[in-house]
């Protein structure tokens, strides 16, 4: 008795009541329900999957956009101009680089994740193996067929990395950290920052060309069709997510 009198008297102070079966219920008669365990992740190893191979195959396109010759990504034009400084492979820079990088993102207050620190590593790894096995490229007639080959592969590479959704990498997170914290626009961030990479790479000896020009006009719609084709259903909803809210935005608009 004094324990039911006890629990009236809190669902009461509380605003609630209990359904005669037992079932808490608010004052308006509406059910309570409370949160129960998260649902498991039947897409955890699809994920994984896509993690990994997004970043080996980045790490592929961004080897065979070097083996062209005929401009690289804004990063690798750093990571290639770093490299002529310091006599290192491209891959060991890109991924001195992508560990300073994420140094950032503590006065940043960004938080990585399984495929932030991945991607450290495995871009860098795969870009060098990739680039032992190439051949010479000389001619035009090889050139531009790594050219788009590369770029085509990196649009891929970039919808499996993102859709997995285990968190941006370090640069991406970079620029959305920026715009966090100074309150300024993502696309403002990622042009600031990107203009500041390659001017940089350039003067170090990283090479610019039609290839930086025709990959910065093409990876944002390659990207975006991939992260439809790669996309993977939310364990909670069952919808189709894609990258969370974090690096998305800063990949794909320019």
């Known amino acids: 008795m004094d324990g039911d009198s006890s629990q009236a008297t809190e669902c009461h102070a509380s605003g609630h009541r209990h359904h005669p079966g037992g079932t808490p219920v608010s004052t308006a008669g509406t059910p309570i329900t409370t949160p129960g365990p998260a649902a498991p992740d039947r897409h955890l190893g699809r ?24 401009g690289l990504e804004p990063w690798n034009v750093l990571h290639q101009g770093l490299a002529e400084l310091t006599g290192l492979s491209i891959g060991v820079v890109s991924i001195i680089v992508g560990a300073a990088v994420l140094l950032l993102w503590i006065p940043l207050r960004q938080r990585p994740g399984l495929g932030t620190v991945s991607n450290v590593f495995v871009v860098g790894l795969a ?99 991939f992260l439809r084709v790669f996309a993977v259903p939310s364990a909670s909803t069952g919808s189709t997510v894609v990258a969370g809210a974090t690096p998305e935005r800063a990949i794909l608009r320019p």
């Not at 980045?58 to 083996?67: E, F, I, K, N």
């Not at 990739?130 to 010479?136: I, N, R, S, V």
């Open 47 to 70: 994920r994984l999957v896509q993690l990994y191979s997004g970043l080996a195959l980045y790490g592929a396109s961004s080897a065979l956009l070097v083996a062209a010759g005929l």
């Open 127 to 225: 870009m060098d193996g990739t680039l032992a096995l190439l051949p010479d490229a000389r001619s035009l007639a090889v050139r531009v067929p790594l050219l788009l080959a590369g770029i085509v592969l990196n649009g891929a590479a970039t919808g499996l990395y993102i859709a997995a959704r285990f968190g941006p990498g370090p640069r991406d997170g970079l620029m959305t950290g920026l715009h966090r914290r100074t309150g300024r626009s993502i696309r403002l961030m990622r042009t600031a920052v990107e203009v500041a990479v390659v001017v940089t790479g350039f003067l170090l000896g990283g090479t610019i060309g039609v290839g930086t020009v025709l990959y910065a006009v093409s990876i944002g719609p390659l990207a975006q069709a």
